[in-house]
C-alpha cells in the first residue's frame, strides 16, 4: 500500500507502530531523531511520516515538520505527530500556531485504530 516513515527514538514505540502498520498493508522505514528522519525523507519519499515531538531536543519533531514544509521535495507529505508531550514539564514549550506544519496530532500512548484512522485518512489516494 503506501511506505510510512516513523521518526521516534523509542524502540518500543516504532516496534508496535511497525507492528500495526505493517498489518495494514503498509512498508516501514525509521529513523530515530529529526535530523536522520529529515534525511530519511529526502532520500526516500515517503507516502506519510509519524513523528514524535522529543527526540534529541524538547521541539526536535517541531524542528523536522518544519524542515519538511520548507523543503520542496518534502513539504507535500503529510505528518501525523505522536507524542506525549501533553504529560510532560514542556508542554508549554509546544507551539500552538502556524509554526506548526503538521496534519493531525495524537497524544501517546495510542491505539492501533486511532492510529490507523489518521494514516488512512491521511495518505495520498492512489
Do not use: W
Not at 41 to 60: F, G, R
Not at 88 to 107: G, M, R, V
Amino acid at each position: 500500500m503506501a511506505k510510512i516513515l516513523i521518526v521516534d527514538d523509542d524502540p518500543d514505540f516504532t516496534d508496535i507502530t511497525r507492528i500495526v502498520l505493517e498489518k495494514a498493508g503498509h512498508t516501514i522505514i525509521n529513523a530515530t531523531s529529526g535530523d536522520k528522519g529529515f534525511k530519511r525523507a529526502l532520500e526516500e519519499k515517503p507516502d506519510l511520516v509519524v513523528l514524535d515531538v522529543i527526540m534529541d531536543s524538547v521541539l526536535d519533531g517541531v524542528s523536522v515538520s518544519q524542515r519538511m514544509h520548507d523543503e520542496p521535495e518534502t513539504k507535500d507529505i503529510p505528518i501525523i505527530m505522536v507524542t506525549s508531550i501533553a504529560n510532560t514539564d514542556y508542554a508549554e514549550l509546544f507551539p500552538t500556531d502556524d509554526y506548526i506544519h503538521i496534519n493531525a496530532f495524537l497524544s501517546k500512548p495510542v491505539s492501533p485504530a486511532s492510529l490507523l484512522k489518521q494514516v488512512d485518512k491521511y495518505l495520498p489516494k492512489k
